[in-house]
């Protein structure tokens, strides 16, 4: 079955960067694009950006250029976001989540919450 | 930004209920309107996409409707799982943008 699994939460210090890890299992990881979002305290969800693990080729919400990187390996089927400058804003849970065939995520990973403090 | 607005925020029902969940898009988005379920500490979970179809092992008792920039998510005979926060979602232009949510809570 189709698995997402996240890295643990993480506590920062504002101004640093975090990187959460989500690895994919059940299905090719190279066939789906891989979307990141996250969800701060009593806020909607919001899309941060997307990830084509085939090529590399990432596509950022305005909000979040020049601040966030989406990467992949591929030989160990997980994708990364890392996000740099922290401030309070950013504490949330971080979910990646993969797009199903019509443009919908239809499977989530289990959430990293991300505290920053100082 | 196509801006999402769900109604109500909250509301209360019992189980056997029919509950019904409105979505509006601020601009006209085809049917690239999804719904997921969210429960705390869990992963969100898909149930409808492209408006109307119910995501694989879905239960029937959930069903959604709509087009352009109004949308709809019925839950017929609400069970005890179904007790949770729904969200709406639009896919049809970046950035792809979430309802606040409506937590469907236990009369």
């Known amino acids: 079955q189709v698995q997402m699994v996240q890295s643990g939460a993480e506590l920062k210090k504002p101004g640093a960067s975090v990187k959460v890890s989500c690895k994919g299992s059940g299905y090719t990881f190279t066939g789906y694009y891989i979307h990141w979002v996250r969800q701060a305290p009593g806020q909607r969800l919001e899309w941060m950006g997307r990830?084509?693990?085939?090529?590399?080729?990432?596509n950022h919400a305005q909000k979040f250029q020049g601040r966030v990187t989406m990467t992949r390996d591929t030989s160990i089927a997980t994708a990364y976001m890392e996000l740099n400058s922290l401030t309070s804003d950013d504490t949330a849970v971080y979910y990646c989540?993969?797009?199903?065939?019509?443009?919908?995520?239809?499977?989530w990973g289990q959430g990293t919450l991300v505290t920053v403090s100082s | 930004d196509t801006q999402m607005t769900q109604s109500p925020s909250s509301l209360s029902a019992s189980v056997g209920d029919r509950v019904t969940i409105t979505c509006r898009a601020s601009q006209g988005i085809t049917t690239f309107l999804n719904w997921y379920q969210l429960k705390p500490g869990q992963a969100p979970k898909l149930l409808i996409y492209d408006a109307s179809s119910v995501h694989s092992g879905v239960p029937s008792r959930f069903s959604g409707s709509g087009s352009g920039t109004a949308f709809t998510l019925t839950i017929s005979n609400l069970q005890a799982e179904d007790f949770a926060t729904y969200s709406c979602q639009q896919s049809y232009t970046t950035p792809w943008t979430f309802g606040q949510g409506t937590k469907v809570e236990i009369k």
């Open positions: 989540a993969r797009e199903g065939m019509l443009r919908n995520f239809d499977y």
């Open positions: 990830m084509n693990p085939n090529t590399g080729g990432p």
